[in-house]
């Protein structure tokens, strides 16, 4: 690939296609703009159906339009980029380093895209190349080698290895946790804002009594007499309806569907009004009652949001805690500030539920706060101790003392994996490692027993660095294990187990791999 003079990304489709696609896509554009166009200006208003139609077909034809036109070359002198509204073009001398951005569409599809670091930390997503499936995911990949060729040729790469960004690494941006976290949160402070006129609006409603006869009035509650001329049960989430004989007191009434299941045509019934508002019809078999909710409903929800808020808040914070690390390097889960959460949530819903305008003063209540408060800064302090980074020196260090020694001839069986596919790991096809009673072996079961298991030519392999997961070595790994860089005659391979079990592989392969060993 040092060879290559110029790389050029284009769309994977034929000249006379992407052609025929660019004039489709204008033809499109102007056929959706211009009747839209017209229609506005000669009386047809913006609540025209044709008008969104056309809007629509513009708009297809302006992202058909995007994706034929974009193209990327990369020369001697620095990377071009051109879409359809911009042209950009980087020199060498000014690009630290090439990596890949992993996007996620949906069911989980990963689109690769090449993005390029600038020297001063900032970040640009080329348009091309890009993979989002594993049928073009070589020519992603052997576009890419050529781009870093390119760059060792004329320019200064900052690392050698390729850094993947994925939705575990530290690399990937706050911006989408933290605005969940921020509309959560005004969602929290908008609920809570109405808790008080709630809580009002319904302990009115619940000690209104009837209106005097001489002095009626807005507060007081109403009856008047009615008859159900036709009933009509919406299904899903479509209204119910009451109708009226001769239109009085009003025409029609909704209700839920399980109110209007309950009256015939031709009952006879009695309609509460309270506030200028029906908020009753009483029958001889069924009454209707409109639900108010209180402010402990609105409370719960306040909550809900707040604590919801929480979980992007913990990923913003894993990030910032991880500033430090490489970019492609695999941030810890922030399941355990989840688990704090929805512990908080036991104990803080029904809390706001019951005083939703007034803190606790009971004993029991107040009893039940510190309680709830307590268990959950532990799980909130143990959940910050749980989601620290450790080296793997650290997390060995760690974990050596808490392996008790075993009879070299019992056989053990590690949860492990090989991320390349080898000789003794034909298709990725080993879930565990087993020590003792033999040579280490790869097999798919978690044993007992030897059935199906490949040996390990340990005699080939040599450890050359023991490090945390990175986004290159994908999602199958989780965060807490770790990964052996190994050397299989000259070829690299990855070894991944938990911190306690890897070491203790690594320590069986050095020893089985001397020449003393039998």
Known sequence: MSGVPEVTCRPQLKRSVRRFVVFASAGVILAGTGPAVVRVA??????????????FAALLGVVFLYGAVAQVSADAYGVRSRTLLRRRRVPWHD???????????????????????????????????ASASSNDRADFDAKLDALRALHRRYGTPESSHVAVISKRTAGRGTAVP???????????????????????LKRAW???????????????????????????????????????????PLERLSVSQEGARGFQPGDRVELTVWRREVREVTGEHHVWREHFPGGGDVAVIAAGCALAAGYPASLVLLRRRGRRLPADEVLPSALPFAGALVATALW??????????????????????????????????????????????????????????????????????FLESTDYNPNNFGTHIVLGGGPPA??????????????????????????????????????????AELDDAGRPVHLAAAPADLARIVRALSTAGTPASP
């Open 442 to 483: 790869v097999t798919p079961h978690p044993g007992p027993g030897r059935f199906a298991a490949k040996r390990i030519p340990v005699e080939r392999l040599t450890v050359k660095d023991v490090r945390r997961p990175r986004g290159g070595d994908g999602d199958g790994v989780p965060r807490g294990w770790q990964v």
């Open 206 to 248: 619940e000690s209104a009594a009837p209106c005097a006869a001489d002095a009626p009035s807005r507060e007081c509650l109403t009856t008047l007499p009615a008859v159900i001329t036709r009933v009509e049960v919406g299904s899903g989430k479509q209204r119910s309806w009451l109708y009226f004989a001769d239109g009085r």
């Open 42 to 55: 000669y009386g047809g208003g913006p609540a025209d159906a044709w008008v969104y139609v056309g809007l």
């Open 348 to 417: 803080l819903l029904p809390l706001c539920y019951l005083h939703p305008t007034s803190p606790p003063t009971s004993p029991g209540a107040l009893t039940w706060a510190v309680a709830g408060s307590l268990v959950s800064l532990c799980l909130f302090i143990r959940a910050w101790r749980a989601t620290r980074v450790r080296t793997p020196e650290k997390a060995a260090a760690a974990t050596q003392t808490l392996q008790k020694p075993s009879d070299e001839d019992e056989e053990v069986f590690l949860a492990a994996r």
């Open 95 to 129: 690009i630290a380093d090439l990596r890949v951005y992993v996007q996620y569409g949906r069911n989980g599809q990963e689109i690769h895209r090449v993005e390029v670091v600038l020297r001063g930390g900032r970040t640009r997503r080329l348009p091309l190349p």
């Open 178 to 200: 933290l605005s969940l976290c921020v509309l959560l949160l005004a969602g929290a402070g908008l609920a809570a804002w109405f808790v008080p006129a709630t809580e009002s």
